[in-house]
């Protein structure tokens, strides 16, 4: 049974007799996600979910959460329904215009983090920042360093500026460009890519969350490695000697990654796996 949308004194009569636990299990949602959209609405926390469950929604509220609820249905992405998405502890806001942050995204963040301390005045380039995770993350856990984020999009460019004023994060910068063209001529002492690699004509674009993110920000071209091939060839001229690229890439592109960067220059290549196991992030070093 749904909570009514329609006006009419039957419908707010059950919108205001319905509690969080009832709200919750009339949602047609997996647990987890029906709570935090429940949250978001109530602007409370999942603890107090739970420690309130016979508490009664006001008519507002339950129309807002089941609005919610049928979007999730349909499909539409948790974060593009909240405006929120947390990464590697940061909770960032998120539009539609942008890509949602994934969780194996944190092995760049991880990798950046092992190869630059605490007290290193280091540069560091982050290209395909999008809302600004990877480089945000970094720049907040290495404050003597200095960040650059980089996008083609204008809007996501304004997202992870707002986001780093948000968090109060100061040391980095986000700047619009196609790749390396607007970068700054500084030599950097990692940089870290999270290109678009999905091919073109991938069946996995017309299914879940892919469904609703910028294509933008997913199209490689048609085998994927458009873009990781233009980085590929372009990093040299911006990196120190003894400088790291490392990339994220598709399921299946670790072998060819690893070819590109043999190809140019750059040794000690390594790919590690994400929390699936899958082969999801390259890296190597130029000598």
């Known amino acids: 049974m749904r909570i009514p949308m329609s006006g009419g004194k039957e419908s707010e009569r059950l919108a205001k007799n319905i509690t969080v636990r009832q709200a919750l299990a009339r949602s047609g949602l997996i647990p987890l996600e029906a709570r935090v959209l429940l949250a978001h609405v109530l602007t409370k926390d999942r603890a107090w979910l739970a420690a309130h469950t ?9 129309r807002s959460f089941e609005a919610l609820a049928r979007r999730r249905r349909d499909g539409v992405p948790i974060a593009y329904l909240t405006g929120r998405r947390e990464f ?35 540069r560091l380039l982050d290209l395909g920042s999008v809302s600004g995770a990877v480089a945000l993350a970094i720049a907040h856990l290495r404050p003597s360093a200095r960040v650059i ?3 083609v999009s204008l809007s996501a460019v304004a997202l992870a500026r707002r986001n780093a004023a948000r968090l ?3 040391n980095i910068e986000f700047i619009e460009s196609n790749w390396f063209d607007r970068v700054p001529p500084i030599a950097f002492e990692l940089i870290a890519a999270n290109p678009p690699y999905v091919a073109d004509s991938d069946p996995h674009l017309a299914q879940g969350d892919l469904r609703f993110e910028p294509a933008l920000a997913l199209k ?6 458009d873009s990781i091939r233009r980085i590929v060839a372009d990093a040299n001229g911006h990196l120190k000697s003894g400088g790291w690229l490392a990339i994220e ?12 960067l043999r190809r140019v220059g750059f040794g000690e290549i390594e790919t590690r796996r994400d929390l699936a ?11």
């Not at 016979?54 to 339950?62: H, P, S």
């Not at 196991?277 to 000598?287: A, D, F, V």
């Open 54 to 62: 016979e508490a009664a929604l006001n008519v507002d509220d339950a």
């Open 88 to 122: 590697y502890g940061l909770d960032l806001e998120i539009t539609p215009e942008v890509l949602i942050p994934r969780p194996e995204s944190e092995i760049l963040v991880d990798f950046a983090l092992a190869r630059v301390s605490e007290e290193q005045a280091a």
């Open 149 to 151: 984020g980089v996008d």
């Open 168 to 170: 109060g994060i100061a």
């Open 220 to 225: 490689g071209g048609l085998d994927g490695l």
């Open 249 to 260: 890439h598709g399921h299946d592109q670790a072998g060819i990654v690893q070819d590109l």
């Open 277 to 287: 196991g899958i082969l999801r992030t390259t890296w190597g070093e130029l000598p």
